[in-house]
């Protein structure tokens, strides 16, 4: 057999966009894309197409997202001609509490064990788009995942990256507290103690068995049933904080998107506890200034990075469950505050007051159907493989969302039971004069709005198609005046922006710059696609 490195690439190469008539669906993973399409086949919707992919997704791309996800939606119906949205976030044990958190001994909320889990919302929210707009049962979605995960699927090459990265910080936390860990460890690492590698089989047949117990129960088993038993269970006996009533008295909500005009375009995001509101912050303050002719200008990169600084300056500060938001959506969205804080940018980098962004684990995808329905979804574990506790028998893996509150009690997101926390993912979804464009998304923490300024800057301003809007170069403003460039933006840009008093580090690895797809709607009626090349991204058309 010929001997190769799966990892090595000498060649640059090129992505085309993908057009189709009946149906089109997008995701990091080949496999992923190609249930969606699937279903889209069999007669599903494009809500059909996206729950099964997001129930395939976890055994795709564990690094990302796993049952004990939280996710959101955007979805498209059009007969009714109008977006929905839909919040499937959990919330914190209520037994938890800055003071327990504080005695023992944390300063900041930690990344791994029982502390920053939460109530998982993605499955409630499979069931509950189901529910509401579903053409298909349950038992019919999940059964590609369910195959796959007793036949193996092979490692994608970027998920062999973040899986290997990964295993070193989660076996620091196994040595740690094995008893809260080892579960994790003996679902994700392969026998002989080493990360899964590009091109291994990966079979799951805990998972496998849970998603046939879920499809079975609606999704309730996890919530009011066997399975949430299992979960409060372990948590009890390895020193977790949930109890049955954090679970029985979760449901996903319905939500109304919230929106921003941009240079006649509406962008939609989901409200807050999301952070969403940052890209239309952004877009606000951004429709006020001219960008120049040329996209691969100093000056366009350092008006983008300077809108999006501000717009995280505020939403670091005030996004929070809205029920303890003291900060109004519709005062963050005024012309007047954008105004206000576009007065701020110069010619020279500023430094907002802000935390610190970095990249984590999380995974987008989005449908669209014959019928013109499009759904916007995303699910994520927060960094990579969550919290690094897995429940053994189950297949269910913990994310950590909870790592994003904080513990000073006068900020709106102070940790406090039965509470959601600040939350980094984000579908997005565009319209025009209230019709449908399409649904877009760029997975990645904190890089999330960035990327989606960016991407939609590119499509409305510099009129790029899809692939392009994804493939062109990003910038990444991680904290201060620092900010991050991939190199193929070029030494000229990168000059002419340190010269602005940026920080400049430029980067080769693009995995942490935003991973993204996309599903426009064309002039006459087709689909048009484009995928993220920092990733094994895969558009699947029919």
């Not at 919530?223 to 372990?234: A, Q, W």
């Not at 319905?254 to 952004?282: D, F, K, Q, S």
């Not at 999006?308 to 938001?325: C, E, G, H, N, S």
């Not at 999330?448 to 910038?475: C, F, K, S, W």
Request: proline share 7%; with cysteine.
């Amino acid at each position: 057999m010929p001997q190769y490195d799966p990892h090595r690439y000498t060649y640059p190469s090129r992505r085309n966009v993908v057009f189709a008539k009946n149906g089109m669906a997008c995701t990091s993973t080949p496999l992923g894309a190609q249930v969606g399409l699937d279903i889209l086949k069999s007669g599903g919707n494009a809500m059909d197409a996206a729950v099964a992919m997001a129930a395939g997704m976890p055994l795709f791309e564990p690094t990302g997202n796993g049952l004990g996800s939280d996710a959101f939606a955007l979805v498209w119906v059009e007969k009714e001609k109008k977006l929905y949205g839909l919040n499937a976030s959990g919330v914190a044990p209520a037994a938890l509490s800055v003071e327990a958190v504080r005695g023992l001994g944390f300063t900041e909320m930690p990344k791994e064990g029982w502390i920053p889990t939460m109530v998982p919302g993605a499955p409630a929210g499979w069931a509950e788009l189901n529910r509401r707009f579903g053409a298909k049962p349950l038992a019919e979605l999940f059964a590609p995942a369910i195959a796959y995960a007793r036949q193996g699927v092979p490692v994608p090459v970027n998920v062999a990256k973040q899986w290997a990265k990964d295993a070193r910080r989660l076996k620091r936390a196994m040595e740690r507290a094995p008893e809260v860990h080892g579960g994790w460890w003996r679902a994700f690492m392969k026998p002989d103690g080493s990360p899964y590698e590009a091109g291994d089989l990966f079979r799951w047949e805990e998972y496998a068995q849970t998603l046939e117990e879920l499809a079975a129960t609606g999704c309730e088993s996890c919530y009011r049933g066997p399975l949430m038993e299992t979960i409060v269970s372990f948590s009890r006996k390895t020193g977790g904080y949930f109890t049955e009533d954090d679970f029985r008295t979760y449901h996903p909500e319905w939500v109304e998107p919230i929106t921003a005009n941009y240079r006649g375009y509406t962008v939609c995001e989901i409200p807050p506890n999301g952070h969403g509101i940052t890209v239309l912050m952004a877009l606000n303050i951004l429709n006020g200034l001219k960008l120049s002719p040329d996209r691969e200008s100093a000056g366009t990169y350092h008006k983008i990075m300077e809108a999006i600084k501000l717009a995280f300056a505020d939403t670091k500060t005030y996004v929070a469950d809205p029920r303890y938001m003291k900060t109004r959506v519709e005062d963050l969205l005024s012309e007047e505050y954008a105004a206000r804080r576009r007065a701020l940018i110069t010619g020279k980098a500023l430094t907002p007051q802000a935390g610190d962004p970095s990249c984590g684990g999380t995974i987008y995808l989005c449908t669209a159907d014959l019928e013109g329905n499009m759904v916007s979804w995303i699910q994520s574990n927060y960094t990579t493989f969550g919290a690094g506790v897995a429940i053994p028998g189950t297949g269910i893996s913990l994310q950590n969302r909870g790592a994003n509150f904080s513990l000073d009690p006068d900020s709106d997101n102070c940790l406090a039971g039965g509470k959601k926390s600040y939350h980094t993912i984000i579908p997005g979804f565009l319209l025009k004069d209230g019709e449908a464009v399409g649904p877009f998304g760029v997975m990645g923490a904190f890089m999330q709005p960035q990327g989606h300024v960016e991407v939609l800057v590119n499509t409305i301003d510099y009129h790029m198609n899809p692939q392009e809007a994804l493939d062109a170069p990003r910038v990444q403003w991680i904290g201060g005046k620092h900010i991050q460039l991939e190199r193929e933006a070029g030494p000229e840009i990168a000059e002419a922006l340190a010269a602005m008093g940026h920080e400049v580090e430029v980067i080769d690895d693009r995995i942490n710059m935003g991973r993204g797809q996309i599903i426009w709607r064309t002039e006459n009626g087709l689909l048009v696609g484009g995928t993220e090349p920092r990733c094994d991204g895969t558009v699947a058309a029919w």
